[in-house]
């Protein structure tokens, strides 16, 4: 398996496979062809089906600074090798093609060119499964924290600490944004972090509380993705708020030390990269389990680290954690990372930590696997129709769409309740 610094990444929101990646494609290709006259890039498959939603061309025109930029949408194309396909393509003065890369932007912001192993690249770790990885921690008496430093970089705690801070500052820009509405999209959606932080703090009843906080925190990353601010990939940008929001929670209730939190990220580290190395982290391959599903078993893994319990409960927290995710859909609204995405953090978090008390008053005996339970996500992902895998045409964006058709404008359904 890659190294953990593969895994996470901090960059634009909202999408690490239709911003983070094409913003890193575009870069590397214009310090490429720096004299060249001009750009084209042509977006296929799930990137042109939701690039406009998910701010694709905005990132590429970040990418491509002053330079003129054409960029083509064919959603028509799908290539075999991945469902994110980009051409891009540096024009001379006649308008004639004098470098082409032809590259997908494979999940968690990670690029791998067209012709290559989907999985090729360095690897630091010697396993690929978390069984081995656990075998080989109990031969030589070693945590997973002690397994991330006996084979990750040298730098790799300077590396997550870079990662803590991100994330616990994605937390606190969405918990003090004052402006009500997420900008550039039509569903005026209103940002939610800070009424629910707010409401959660003064509750006095410890359940209510404690989801709340954890939903507040979730929110406030989340939110921040959907404004393009920078957020940690985890291992998606769609699914970033669900491990910070567990472990700025756990570490403000136990007490725990920056450096436990950062022991914490190898772990769910390890979780997220034995998921993207025999399954998927992409929203466009295999549907939302595959990013919001892996993000609460890296979180459930991380919540029973802190909480005290041993790497079976570890394990077991994870497998839990992703078994009810197993067919989730990926199906944003117009293409935007709002609905469901942003709440999906939410309750994904409060699922995270839940999952780890559950295994611990049930024992860590169990039948499935993390790495079983992985295998059948990617089989589920592979089974589903397009339709429910990040191209806005099916499950929510079906009706979303419909909405719009019939009434030419969408307006949010108001509770009849109101703030009881
Ligand atoms: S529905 Fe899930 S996978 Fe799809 S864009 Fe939203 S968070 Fe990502």
Known sequence: MYSLKELYRSGLGPSSSHTIGPFRAGNIFREKNPSTASFRVILQGSLAATGIGHFTDKALEMAFAEHPLEIVWRDDIWPEQHPNGMVLEALDNNAQIIDTWNVFSVGGGALVD??????????????????????????????????????????????????????????????????????????????????????????????????????????AVSEQNASMGIVVTAPTCGSCGVLPAVLRYLQETYNKTDKEICKALAVAGILGLVAKHNASISGAEAGCQAEIGVSC???????????????????????????????????????????????????????????????????AEHLITYDEVLQTMIETGKDMKDSYRETSIGGLAKYYNRKLKENNAFTPIQSSKGNC
Not at 153 to 164: H, V
Not at 308 to 324: K, S, T
């Open 114 to 219: 067209a012709g290559k192993d989907i999985n090729a690249g360095e690897h630091c770790f010697p396993h690929n499964h978390l069984s081995e990885v656990m075998d080989y921690c109990a031969q030589h008496n070693l945590t997973i924290p002690e397994y991330v430093e006996k084979f990750d970089s040298e730098d790799i705690w300077e590396y997550l600490e870079g990662m803590r801070v991100a994330m616990m500052q994605s937390i606190t820009n969405g918990l003090e944004i004052t402006e009500k509405i997420i900008p550039n999209t039509p569903l005026k959606y209103a940002y939610k972090a800070p009424e629910v932080y707010k409401k959660a703090s003064l509750e006095l009843n410890a359940a209510i509380r404690e989801n709340g906080l954890l939903s507040a925190y979730a929110l």
């Open 297 to 363: 078993s890296m979180a459930a893994g991380a919540a029973a680290y802190l909480l005290g319990y041993d790497i079976y409960h570890i394990e077991n927290a994870a497998e839990v954690a992703m078994e009810h995710h197993l067919g989730m859909t990926c199906d944003p609204l117009g293409g935007y990372v709002l609905i469901p995405c942003i709440e999906r953090n939410a309750t994904a978090a409060v699922r995270a930590l839940q999952s780890a008390y559950y295994v611990y008053l049930t024992g």
